[in-house]
């Protein structure tokens, strides 16, 4: 399962039918992120800041391109720092 809250929002859950690995995850971000993300005020979504944990399925190369992608150097990971510009 997957859930977050901004500030007063509420955002999931998402149920992943088996364990995550990084391409499910990256698919999650891509497809299904968005969607749950349309709720948040615009300045809000611009101004998020990401935090990702080490679980493996987050640790991969397809998911470091997707967020270095999508959020730039607004997201921080474990190893985060060894591709962003």
């Known amino acids: 399962m997957w859930c977050r ?8 859950p ?5 364990n995550p690995n990084g391409n499910k995850y990256s ?5 299904d992120l968005p969607i749950f993300l349309e ?14 944990d080490s679980a ?3 640790n ?15 997201w921080f990971g474990t190893h985060s720092h060894h591709i962003l510009i």
Do not use: C, S
């Open 5 to 12: 809250i901004i500030n007063e929002f509420l955002v999931g």
């Open 14 to 18: 998402y149920f992943f039918k088996e």
């Open 27 to 31: 698919n999650f971000l891509k497809h």
């Open 39 to 52: 709720n948040i005020p615009l300045q809000q979504h611009l101004d998020l800041i990401w935090q990702q």
């Open 56 to 58: 493996p399925a987050y």
């Open 60 to 74: 991969t190369l397809v998911v470091f391109a997707h967020m270095q992608e999508i959020y730039r150097k607004n």
